[in-house]
């Protein structure tokens, strides 16, 4: 079985900063791809970035691409999101998952594991 525990979430003001981090249980965790979403209130869950699971590739969304990085350290089994430049729309509950492959996807069907959220509110 695998848990993911997120934490780092809070609040903040346009322009600021915050560092998500995702804990994982469970032995495979270097064997799979991670990846991060978020919800806003009345939208759909969206996809935000993906790791694969050496770390060495990443994908994010147009609308966060050089302001947010995802990272991961197998040795530790944690994934984290260091957000920069927040903005309004930026706000969500945020989610880690596990892929079910090793690259993983943008699609949220494509992942079998996801923690509980942890909510990111930008002020302006």
């Known amino acids: 079985q695998v848990q993911l525990v997120e934490s780092g979430g809070g609040l903040v003001q346009t322009g600021g900063s915050l560092r998500l981090s995702c804990a994982a249980s469970?032995?495979?965790?270097?064997?799979?791809?991670m990846g991060w979403f978020r919800q806003a209130p009345g939208k759909e869950r969206e996809f935000v970035a993906r790791?694969?699971?050496?770390?060495?590739?990443?994908y994010y969304t147009d609308s966060v691409k050089g302001r947010f990085t995802i990272s991961r350290d197998n040795a530790k089994k944690t994934v984290s999101l260091q957000m920069n430049s927040l903005k309004p729309e930026d706000t969500a509950v945020y989610y880690c998952?596990?892929?079910?492959?090793?690259?993983?996807?943008?699609?949220?069907?494509?992942?079998?594991?996801w923690g509980q959220g942890t909510q990111v509110t930008v002020s302006s």
């Open positions: 998952a596990r892929a079910r492959t090793t690259v993983g996807t943008a699609r949220a069907h494509e992942y079998d594991y």
């Open positions: 790791i694969t699971w050496s770390g060495g590739t990443t």
């Open positions: 469970g032995r495979t965790f270097s064997s799979y791809a």
